[in-house]
């Protein structure tokens, strides 16, 4: 692995990012990535965050249009209610936070605690959780569903609304109709390697693939001989689709795990396309490549979010950040 050790990748990490990025604070002992130009006045303050290994999900979603403020936990493991109450602090302008959580057991109670302490101290919280998978309910990290892909669409779309001068409550409001709107599924064809493992951390022959892997490796709905990637397009949308039911159009996440190239993606993304056009479903916007990755992890998720004119426009509204830039 490309690292000094697996005590210091996460300190390594951080420090190159601030490196990389001027735009950014980084403030690499406490873990907290921030805006530079935060607080910004009176605007709502965005802040999310989660275990490191999955960039550049969130991280590499802090800028305008994006959030504010994003904490980076161990690998795979949730960030502490701290650093959630320092990144609170740091763009909290007066208008309130909202608090973006995936739906998993560390980080719902890190961040319900990191709630209430900002609280205490005079800062206004907002929460919305984001459990958009649909592959399995209750799994060795949730009481639930997981928190997936879903989590940059609430993070553009909700992150675009206080750019327009949206108070608290609309922002969550649009920020939990994302949320519920929004639904995912994954596939690994190889497992990840965690720094500290050294070794892939679950046993995935060649020969096969696993439908409805979680961001962690955790197990999905079951395993499968190899399939063509128009065989796994129609499996991961009609596992999609039957949940969701869109009437609206749709935005398209094809997103890779971190060790499938971008030229598998796109191909795998036509796939996605002829399948959502056989279904009669339509496509507002497509966005292909890595962005909620799981180390290195071979495979690819999909996700769709139902939009209507209001959430199209969030979307094509202006980002910058790190890992999604457009309109600026």
Request: with cysteine; net charge negative; proline share 12%.
């Given at each position: 692995m490309l690292i000094n050790g697996a005590e210091r990748v996460i300190a390594d990490a951080l420090r190159g990012m601030a490196e990389a990025h001027p735009e950014l604070v980084v403030d690499v002992d406490n873990r907290v990535i921030v805006r530079r130009d935060a607080p910004v006045a009176g605007k709502v303050g965005l802040v999310s965050g989660g275990g490191s290994g999955h960039e550049p999900l969130h991280g590499g979603f802090v800028g305008p249009g994006m959030l504010d403020a994003a904490?980076?936990?161990?690998?795979?493991?949730?960030?502490?209610?701290?650093q959630m109450v320092r990144a609170a602090a740091a763009v909290d302008s007066g208008a309130g936070v909202l608090f973006i959580v995936k739906n998993y057991t560390g980080d719902v109670l890190n961040f319900d605690m990191a709630a209430e302490l900002?609280?205490?101290?005079?800062?206004?919280v907002a929460k919305v959780l984001v459990r958009d998978d649909v592959a399995v309910t209750d799994s060795l990290f949730t009481a639930g569903r997981r928190g997936t892909g879903a989590t940059l669409f609430v993070e553009k779309l909700a992150g675009a609304a206080p750019e327009e001068g949206a108070p608290l409550d609309r922002v969550t409001e649009v920020a939990r109709k994302v949320a519920d709107c929004s639904r995912s599924f994954g596939v690994a064809l190889g497992a990840p390697t965690t720094p500290a493992k050294g070794s892939p951390t679950f046993d995935l022959p060649l020969d096969e693939l696993e439908l409805g892997i979680g961001i962690h490796g955790e197990p999905g709905r079951e395993r499968r001989a190899t399939m063509t990637a128009a065989e796994i397009a129609e499996a991961a949308v009609d596992a999609v689709v039957e949940d969701l039911r869109p009437s609206d159009p749709v935005l398209v996440l094809v997103n890779g795990m971190g060790a499938t190239p971008l030229l598998e993606l796109y191909g795998f993304g036509g796939e996605v396309a002829r399948v959502l056009r056989e279904r009669r479903v339509a496509v507002a916007r497509t966005l292909v490549g890595n962005y909620v990755t799981s180390l290195d992890m071979a495979g690819c998720s999909i996700t769709l979010c139902e939009v209507d004119?209001?959430?199209?426009?969030l979307w094509d509204a202006p980002v910058s950040t790190p890992g999604l830039r457009w309109g600026r």
């Open positions: 904490c980076p936990g161990e690998v795979f493991t949730s960030p502490v209610p701290d900002a609280e205490e101290e005079g800062i206004q004119e209001e959430l199209l426009r």
